[in-house]
């Protein structure tokens, strides 16, 4: 349908869209220092304040990466996107820097460096000196592996955010969302979102910074542990022993009472969950426009549990396929639907999609 | 520059990357809003809440949607959070410029704008994803997958919403004739 010629768009003016850009502007810088400082400020006066400061402190953040990047090789027009051909040295003063690795980004926490190698060609490797790094790893997918490597211990990337610290001879690792192995004296350890780990056990984990508490990308490997915009993800800690013939684990339950589970045939990386009828019909309604094939798996999977929730889904997975234009197997799906629930809440729609189609 | 290149820019505090992009975005952010509001009135306040979050939540734009699609995402969130606070305050006069003596089409253009009035108007009873479904399909042109994607339902649901909220307005004479003539 075309655009409606009667009703056109009055434009904003040059003054109001001015106004607006300032205030864009100034607002982010102020989060920025709002982040940096953690001081509340209240009145007015104070907000004006931190917006000054925050300008400042955002122009010497900039200032100070050029000058860290330089001796390590890249160049300064880069403003913390790391040319990795080479090692590149990132240390961080008293703000964290944010520096972008190809479709990645670390960011360095407050008085910690790391040495950046490589890039998503190649692989990347990150070796952690001291402190604290963030990571938000885009989907390797089939790419060279993004590896932190912090003293002994190496993390593995198979999903997407984490934080890994290191204070002398401790490191500790936390996983915000995907999945990550981490391997310290042959022992290999498979951590999932909010997932802990610590080369010392006695020392608790800190967490991730607020920071960096932020939704990031999806590694296709897992599609099903990813979060979703709309439900809040349940969260889950597995570990397990590289070594150790594959078994079910004891898992820890989380405080929404769920758990999750190793899958038996051995395969590291690969951690599912279990997820409740419900949740997992839910995450596929979700999934049906960005990722309709694991939508379908979804469907099935909650279709073969055989719950309260498998006849939508049997009838979800045939509308699914059929607007994916598979008519022949929506209207397999459909006919299964119909005798085994031949008065089911979609009966009737899916007696009339079947007559449609024939 | 590519749009990821500008985004890392604002992504690490590179005040002059963040006003090329709001100059870049603001104007299609602005046009959704105006769609779906039918007036400047309150729209200004939402493009720059828009832009806020949008420049917020950079840092998780994973590349796998068209950055467009994703800040639209975000700019229909905003409006239906507006609209569901309940605070449409529609003055939809300046649907049209203002129409001056002795132009020949000013006769058509004034019923097109009290009709236009009537229609935003019949639109603040409605439920705001329903009506955001229907502007986005039927005055903005957008197709029913766009509309989908952008307000993050399924086809069904927004072919659903459409459907409703023209048979609700078609209730009316005069927005009837207006959308039959529109073809809408």
Redo the contacts between chains.
């Keep these: 349908m075309s655009d409606i010629d009667t009703l056109p768009v009055t434009p904003l003016s040059e003054h109001a869209r001015q106004r607006i850009i300032d205030n864009v502007v100034d607002e982010v810088a102020f989060d920025k220092y709002r982040q940096d400082e953690s001081a509340p400020l209240r009145s007015a006066h104070r907000y004006w304040f931190g917006i000054g400061l925050s300008a400042a402190a955002g122009a010497a953040l900039v200032v100070a990466l050029l000058f860290v990047l330089r001796p390590g090789g890249s160049s300064p027009k880069a403003q913390g996107v790391a040319q990795t051909g080479e090692p590149t040295r990132v240390a961080a003063g008293d703000a964290a820097s944010t520096v972008t690795v190809g479709t990645s980004t670390l960011t360095v926490e407050a008085r910690s460096s790391v040495v950046v190698t490589g890039d998503d060609d190649r692989g990347i490797e990150v070796s952690l000196e001291n402190g604290t790094v963030v990571c938000q790893v885009a989907p390797r997918r089939g790419r060279p592996p993004f590896q932190v490597v912090a003293g002994h211990v190496r993390v593995v990337v198979v999903g997407t955010e984490f934080a890994v610290s290191r204070k002398d001879q401790v490191v500790s690792v936390v996983v915000r969302s995907g999945v990550v192995r981490v391997i310290a004296a042959g022992k290999e350890t498979v951590l999932q979102a909010d997932g802990r780990w610590s080369s010392d056990e006695r020392k608790p984990v800190k967490k991730i910074p607020k920071r960096a508490q932020v939704k990031t990308t999806k590694d296709s490997t897992v599609p099903s542990l990813q979060p979703t915009q709309l439900a809040p993800r349940k969260t889950r800690v597995t570990r397990r022993r590289a070594s150790a013939k594959p078994r079910r684990t004891p898992v820890k339950k989380t405080p929404n009472g769920d758990g999750g589970k190793v899958q038996p045939n051995g395969d590291k990386g690969k951690v599912e969950p279990k997820r409740s009828d419900e949740a997992s019909y839910r995450r596929a309604a979700l999934l049906e426009r960005s990722k309709p094939a694991a939508a379908i798996a979804l469907y099935r999977q909650v279709e073969n549990g055989g719950g309260s929730w498998a006849a939508s889904a049997l009838f979800a997975r045939a509308r699914l396929q059929l607007e994916r234009g598979r008519s022949q197997i929506a209207k397999r799906l459909l006919s299964r639907y119909l005798r085994l629930y031949p008065r089911g809440a979609n009966a009737a729609m899916a007696t009339r999609l079947l007559n449609k189609r024939k | 520059m590519t749009e ?2 500008l985004a ?2 604002c ?5 002059r990357a ?2 090329r992009f ?2 870049e975005h ?2 299609y952010i ?2 959704v809003l ?2 779906i509001l039918g ?2 009135h309150v ?2 306040d939402l ?2 809440d828009t ?2 979050q949008v ?3 950079l ?2 734009f ?4 068209k950055l467009r699609t994703w800040i639209a995402r975000i700019t229909v969130r905003v409006a239906y959070a507006h609209l569901k606070r309940g605070r449409v305050q529609t003055v939809p006069l ?4 203002d129409i001056s003596a002795g132009d020949p089409g000013a006769e ?2 004034l019923a ?2 009290n009709a ?1 009035r009537r229609m935003y108007a019949l639109l603040d009873e409605i439920d705001p994803k329903q009506r955001i479904a229907f502007v986005l ?5 957008r197709t029913v997958r766009e509309v ?2 952008m307000t ?1 339902s ?3 649901a927004t072919k659903s919403r459409i459907r409703r909220t023209k048979s609700k307005l078609r209730r009316d004479s005069v927005v009837s004739a207006f959308l039959r003539e ?3």
């Design positions: 990821q290149t890392a820019q992504v690490a505090g590179d005040e963040q006003r709001i100059d603001i104007d602005h046009r105006f769609r007036s400047n729209v200004e493009v720059q832009l806020i420049l917020r939540s840092r998780t994973r590349g796998q949607a300046e649907l049209l410029p058509a253009r097109a704008r236009g399909h039927a005055i903005d042109g989908a994607q993050g399924n086809l069904i529109a073809g809408i």
